[in-house]
């Protein structure tokens, strides 16, 4: 069992950063892929990036590409998400997810959730 707990989400103008952090309960932490995930409202859960257990291969959707930088510390048991040149289409609740398998882009892959945090960029 792993249990996510996210932070960092807050108001940010356009054009600025927020780093998201997501901390992992449990010491098989470093065997687990981890992706991050946004829910805007009316909108479907979509992919963000993904970072495998090693931290050797990273996925990034290609909305995030360039501006989004996924990254682990497995011995803080604490994935990020740094996130620059932020839009306003990026406004959505941020999730971190657990992958037991592989590294993955599809949130069905995911075994473990945790429960969001709210990032809103105003224009």
């Known amino acids: 069992q792993v249990q996510l707990v996210e932070s960092g989400g807050g108001l940010v103008q356009a054009g600025g950063s927020l780093r998201l952090s997501c901390a992992a309960s449990g010491r098989t932490f470093s065997s687990y892929a981890m992706g991050w995930f946004r829910q805007a409202p009316g909108k479907e859960r979509e992919f963000v990036a993904a970072?495998?257990?090693?931290?050797?291969?990273?996925y990034y959707a290609d909305s995030v590409k360039g501006r989004f930088t996924i990254s682990r510390d497995n011995a803080k048991n604490t994935v990020y998400l740094q996130m620059n040149s932020l839009k306003p289409e990026d406004t959505a609740v941020y999730y971190c997810?657990?992958?037991?398998?592989?590294?993955?882009?599809?949130?069905?892959?995911?075994?473990?959730w945790g429960q969001g945090t709210q990032v809103t960029v105003s224009s």
């Open positions: 997810a657990a992958d037991k398998a592989t590294i993955s882009k599809s949130p069905y892959e995911y075994d473990y």
């Open positions: 970072i495998s257990w090693s931290g050797g291969s990273t």
